[in-house]
């Protein structure tokens, strides 16, 4: 069975939809550990809860970032993952990181990319005066959060909306996007070549969007 190694910083509910996927059967794979750069992340604690590795490294003891990364890697590499899930993940990777997971390395992004990369992607939509926002998968690349993007989902911003309506209504369609495409490219379907996706052995040339 392929194994997935999944990357927290904070409540984990991105965690906790793969969880529940894999024990469902949803997803054809098993989440064998869980990292976080905090270690009172609440992504750790779902990850004890259900019997899978929960560990914590700290930044501070690190040199630098690359020091951090390397480290990391030297330990997510002990559990040989098929794949690498950013789920909430917040610290910026260094290219090294990047590279040595390159083509097998998910991140869902809470706006419909290009749109909004970086932070407080749901206050700049409402500020904006957007009527629509959403959520990306995508394979992660050097280029933050401008990988090829692979499947998104959108939800409406209705007049009167705080940011707290919004992220609501899209995380509850990150926990259905996140397993599919997971479970995507467990079972072979889903690729990166030639920095694109591919699914079913189709280029995919622009996000693909759930409802299609």
């Known amino acids: 069975m392929k194994k997935i190694v999944v990357l927290v910083s904070g ?33 750790l604690e779902r990850a004890k809860a259900a019997g899978i590795a929960a560990l914590a490294l700290d930044a501070n003891a690190y040199q630098d970032r690359a020091a951090f990364d390397a480290s990391l890697a030297d330990d997510i590499d002990q559990y040989q993952p098929d ?68 499947l998104q989902d959108k939800v409406p911003i209705v007049p009167g909306d705080e940011e707290d309506d919004v992220i609501a209504r899209v995380q509850a369609k990150e926990h259905n996007l996140y397993p599919l495409v997971v479970n995507w490219f467990v079972t072979g379907r889903l690729v990166m070549r030639e920095n694109a996706a591919w699914l079913d052995g189709e280029y995919l040339p622009a996000p693909r969007h759930a409802a299609d």
């Open 83 to 150: 794949l690498v899930v950013l789920a909430g993940y917040m610290r910026i990777l260094s290219p090294p990181f990047v590279q040595r997971y390159a083509g097998r390395m998910l991140n869902i992004h809470p706006s419909l990319l290009p749109k909004y990369p970086g932070l407080h992607t749901h206050r700049q939509a409402i500020d904006n005066g957007d009527s629509e926002h959403g959520t990306s998968v995508h394979f992660v690349t050097e280029q933050l959060d401008g990988g090829p993007v692979i």
């Open 11 to 43: 409540q984990g509910s991105n965690l906790q939809a793969l969880i529940d996927a894999c024990q469902l059967g949803q997803i054809s794979a098993k989440i064998v550990a869980v990292f976080s750069n905090k270690a009172q992340a609440y992504g």
